[in-house]
């Protein structure tokens, strides 16, 4: 499991340092991965529990139950593209013509971290021990969402606007944050059904 984390922390790092380097990365861009990431692993646990499911009435109720979970990515999504996407960088087409190259699946960087965490999603739930696992209502990696939502406007409304964002180490700074609030919360020893050694 510490292995898997490694591989994906590392390239998430790699790939989101290229993105900076090119000019491919906004605040925007690093909230709606984090969602990103949220979103695959509830449908990728959604998926391994229904099957786990024996009768057609068993899957129904937890269909049922599952909705919780996904009509709160669905009001985070909503909030982050409208406030993060749009309304925060109103003034400023080039940020905001970045973000629709991000909605729309046109920046390769956003679209490779996508890609291989799916990879290394499925492989880990694949290998792990799946018999406690739930889908919670509410879990730690929300508190990625709603410390990256507030995080993000401060840096939005507050820091941004000092800086010259022109420079992509400027970007780094920035987005340093976030990444480091993922890193903690996704330690390792706080992720439970790990792979059995």
Excluded: C
Excluded at 1 to 24: F, R
């Amino acid at each position: 499991m510490k292995q898997l984390y490694k591989i994906d922390i590392l390239t998430m790092l790699a790939i989101t340092l290229l993105g900076i380097i090119q000019g491919q990365v906004t605040v925007f861009y690093i909230i709606y991965l984090f969602w990103f990431q949220e979103l695959i692993r509830t449908l990728v646990d959604f998926v391994y529990l229904i099957w786990k499911k024996k009768t057609i009435r068993e899957k129904f109720d937890f269909i049922k139950i599952s909705f919780g979970s996904f009509f709160i990515l669905f009001i985070y999504v909503v909030f982050i593209v409208l406030l993060f996407g749009f309304m925060l960088n109103w003034g400023n087409r080039d940020l905001i013509g970045k973000n629709i190259l991000v909605l729309m699946f046109r920046n390769w960087y956003f679209n490779a971290n996508m890609l291989l965490f799916l990879a290394e999603y499925i492989y880990f739930r694949s290998r792990a021990d799946n018999t406690d696992l739930q889908m919670p209502l509410f879990s730690r990696r929300h508190i990625i969402l709603h410390i990256s939502i507030i995080l993000g406007a401060f840096v939005q409304l507050a820091i941004a606007p000092k800086l010259n964002l022109e420079n992509q180490w400027v970007s780094a700074l920035t987005i340093l944050p976030f990444l480091v609030l993922k890193i903690w919360i996704d330690r390792p020893e706080k992720i439970k059904n790990a792979i059995p050694k």
